[in-house]
């Protein structure tokens, strides 16, 4: 079995600080992992992925996330916060070989204050 | 092209009473997903079909929930006998092939259902 901790359910922090948002899973077998963003009003969107290779991902909008494997990590960063960053993140892992069904964290409302 | 979409946005119901969620995948995508996210909580896997095996059915919490797909097109979740506990925002997803390998999950907007 899979799951998935957020260990922080909200984040409050100044536009221009520094944010990590943490996640830790547990699995009995090898895992994809994601970032997924959920704006006020708006659907579920990818912010981005470790699938292979380089341990370190970005996203297009200056969010970073390192896998770990022997801490069983996958912390989301960004060095400087806009306001519209404000909006709730999700953690998933994807195990290998079952299906496709994604286990989500519970979730880290970030709000971005000026 | 378009993306996924679902109907209605927001529903409101009575306890006791059924409802359908309808999904509409992006065209070509033979997979297909069903999540639940309540309140404050994380999304929840209920049922996946591929193609035209038989659907993974085991995140369904009872069985007042089933759903179906016709092809590889629209799904149905249907939730009969509706409680409360049953009110969330039901989300959709499809990709374009499942199994093993990764494939993007492209999300719709979701239903968000309110049980009275």
């Known amino acids: 079995a899979q799951s998935v901790t957020q260990l922080d359910s909200q984040v409050p922090v100044f536009e221009e600080a520094p944010v990590e948002l943490r996640c830790n899973y547990s699995?009995?077998?090898?895992?994809?992992l994601f970032w997924y963003v959920q704006y006020p009003n708006q659907g579920l969107q990818l912010l981005l992925k470790?699938?292979?290779?380089?341990?370190l991902v970005e996203s297009i909008n200056g969010f970073e996330a390192e896998f770990n494997k022997s801490q069983t990590s996958f912390h989301l960063r960004k060095p400087s916060v806009h306001i519209s960053d404000t909006a709730e993140y999700f953690c998933a892992v994807l195990p290998y070989n079952q299906g496709g069904k994604l286990i989500f964290g519970q979730g880290t409302e970030l709000s971005v204050k000026p | 092209g378009a993306g996924v979409s679902q109907s209605p946005s927001n529903k409101v119901t009575e306890k006791g009473k059924d409802v359908e969620l309808r999904c509409d995948p992006i065209?070509?995508?033979?997979?297909l997903y069903w999540y639940r996210q309540r309140l404050g909580q994380g999304l929840e896997f209920l049922i996946y079909?591929?193609?035209?095996?038989?659907?993974?059915k085991s995140g369904l919490p009872s069985d007042r929930f089933s759903a179906e797909r016709t092809g590889e097109s629209v799904s149905t979740l249907t939730i009969q006998r509706t409680q409360q506990e049953d009110s969330a925002v039901y989300l959709c997803?499809?990709?374009?092939?499942?199994?093993?390998?990764?494939?993007?999950?492209?999300f719709g907007p979701g239903t968000r259902l309110t049980v009275l």
């Open positions: 065209s070509g995508h033979t997979a």
């Open positions: 699995s009995s077998v090898s895992v994809y």
């Open positions: 470790y699938l292979s290779g380089s341990t």
């Open positions: 997803a499809s990709s374009s092939r499942g199994g093993g390998n990764y494939n993007e999950q492209f």
């Open positions: 079909f591929q193609g035209n095996s038989a659907p993974d």
